[in-house]
């Protein structure tokens, strides 16, 4: 007999930001801690299909799953939570609900009525959550709505999931912002009130609210919440400020959350603890010692845009004991003379140049490899940070006259990076570069061999452009090592330099298959070199 499969839905109130990605995969964690499995879904109501086409300056970082999809940063921190691969479908957008009501239409998927958002987008809503459910093996389907109740942009999806509780085991999440106004500092519960009042104009009554704020939340509140809002005491969750985000589903956990749902859905524990996970988020807690590491960027101003890159220096330094400050370095300012590389990056112990599109900062960017390698600072190089570091090498190594990647320059007389050929006819934007998990093959005997310990591995990817085949045996006689190519293809995957601390670039994204329980090794060895080199 199929599982019976239960639903929690998570949804935010009053405004964006408030960290209901975090919510929802801490309450996966805790179930998942209790043997329960938790598979999540993320429903975003933009039109767009998927993330792909998205600045991250203005949404913050595309994350890529194995299967290639470019997705919201929370199914990243989804995975760096529960310790498993997500798909395509537990992505859930606008545009893709569309696209797909759409097609079937055209196909006479509802031959004979005219296609309404209820039943009929409602209907599909509720069928694919159900579903991944079965599909997944799922006990609980955990479904966190993108943006604010209120939006126009969710308004469908959070009837269906109202529709849903109708024929299912489901329990509602709301998650609301409790803000301290006077300087008496008392913590003001009316927004959440009237937060709580639309949701149940839509027909849906929160079974638990997760209070943000700064500071603990005071009794006095938390009794009005629960008084006002219709909510158990004991179902008002406090969510305050803590030093990790780590420490959240232990937070929550403390306070009776699992359960909490586990009652209201009729679940009962499979006792499985969290003791790893909390060896873990101690040792974030309790760093031996602390590094500083250089990120270069022109998304600086917005530190979602590489929100993994962090978390993965997290996962990195709660094995070796170290906590990593970041420094983040925009390189359009060293373009115009206004910093030099030299001086930005001298309390640096680690330089990461992470991945990137379009020619701005670049020059930026070659400037601080030059001063990593030239200096021995440990370097890691994700993507494009690996592909300008070839043109560095190629410039002042090799001497290449004004090497470049022809993404930057399409005339340059040394088009040391190139656009991979298969990509040279596509003119569509959406999912149309390079995408996914690949296999990597590694060479016997390199650092990237003792590091992976293998002579395989599989990594995210997502470019269009390449080391340019034509002149790999220019750089290998220039001492420059490709370690790591696609097997049954000549595309260099990983490069690094010997007789440096750590010098290394990947073509992949090391960063997006990082998790606390399972930190990437690329990312402990840079950590390791850099405590290396405070020494
Ligand atoms: N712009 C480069 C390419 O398309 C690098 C991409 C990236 O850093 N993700 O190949």
Request: charged share 30%; net charge neutral.
């Amino acid at each position: 007999m199929p599982k019976e499969v239960r639903f929690i839905v998570v949804v935010g109130s009053l405004m964006s930001g408030l960290g209901k990605g975090i919510t929802s995969a801490s309450i996966g964690r805790i179930l998942q801690g209790q043997g329960i499995k938790a598979v999540p879904i993320k429903f975003d109501g933009y039109l767009n299909v998927d993330c792909g086409t998205m600045n991250p300056f203005r949404h913050g970082e595309v994350f890529v799953l194995d299967d290639g999809t470019e997705c919201d940063m929370d199914l990243g921190t989804y995975e760096r939570f529960l310790n498993f691969d997500l798909k395509s479908e537990n992505s859930m957008t606008g545009g893709k609900l569309f696209r797909y009501v759409i097609d079937k239409e055209r196909k006479g998927g509802y031959l004979g009525y005219d296609v309404q958002i209820v039943p009929h987008l409602t209907n599909e809503i509720k069928r694919w959550v159900k579903k991944v459910g079965e599909d997944r093996d799922a006990d609980v389907v955990l479904i966190e709505v993108g943006g604010t109740v209120g939006d126009l942009e969710n308004g469908y999806f959070l009837e269906a999931m109202r529709q849903l509780a109708l024929e299912e085991k489901v329990a509602f999440v709301q998650v609301t912002y409790v803000p301290t106004m006077d300087a008496v500092g008392e913590q003001k519960t009316k927004p959440t009130q009237h937060a709580t009042r639309l949701l149940a104009s839509l027909g849906i009554q929160p079974d638990v609210i997760v209070c943000r704020e700064g500071e603990k939340l005071k009794q006095e509140a938390k009794k009005k919440i629960s008084l006002f809002c219709n909510v158990p005491e004991e179902a008002i969750i406090d969510n305050p400020d803590v030093a990790t985000i780590y420490e959240v589903p232990e937070l929550f956990e403390k306070q009776g959350l699992g359960k909490l749902l586990m009652d209201k859905l009729d679940l009962k524990s499979r006792g499985r603890d969290m003791v790893e996970w909390t060896k873990l988020v101690e040792k974030i807690g309790k760093p031996r010692t602390e590094i500083t590491i250089g990120i270069t960027g022109k998304y600086t101003a917005l530190k979602d845009s590489y929100v993994s890159i962090k978390e993965a220096l997290v996962h990195a330094g709660a094995k070796l004991g170290c906590r990593a400050s970041l420094k983040w370095i925009e390189t359009t300012d060293i373009e115009e003379g206004k910093l030099k590389a030299d001086d930005a990056l001298k309390d640096c112990q680690g330089i990461i140049v992470p991945g990137g599109f379009g020619a701005r900062g670049t020059e930026g960017k070659i400037e601080c490899i030059r001063h990593a390698r030239y200096h021995g600072v440990p370097y890691l190089g994700l993507c494009l940070g690996m592909q300008l570091a070839v043109v560095e090498y190629a410039r002042n190594v090799c001497s290449l006259k004004n090497a470049n990647s022809t993404e930057m320059d399409e005339k340059t007389e040394n088009p040391v990076i190139d656009i991979l050929p298969e990509q040279k006819t596509v003119t569509e934007k959406g999912a149309t570069m390079r995408l996914g998990g690949q296999d990597v093959e590694i060479k016997e005997g390199t650092n990237a061999h003792k590091i992976y310990g293998a002579l395989t591995a599989r990594e995210r990817f997502r470019h269009r452009y390449e080391v340019n085949p034509d002149y790999i045996e220019r750089f290998e006689a220039g001492g420059l090592i490709f370690s790591g190519k696609a097997p049954k293809s000549n595309i260099m995957q990983v490069m690094e330099l010997p007789g440096h601390a750590f010098f290394m670039g990947t073509q992949f994204h090391p960063e997006l298959s990082s998790r606390l329980e399972r930190p990437h090794p690329l990312f402990v060895a840079f950590v390791e070199a850099a405590m290396k080199m405070k020494k």
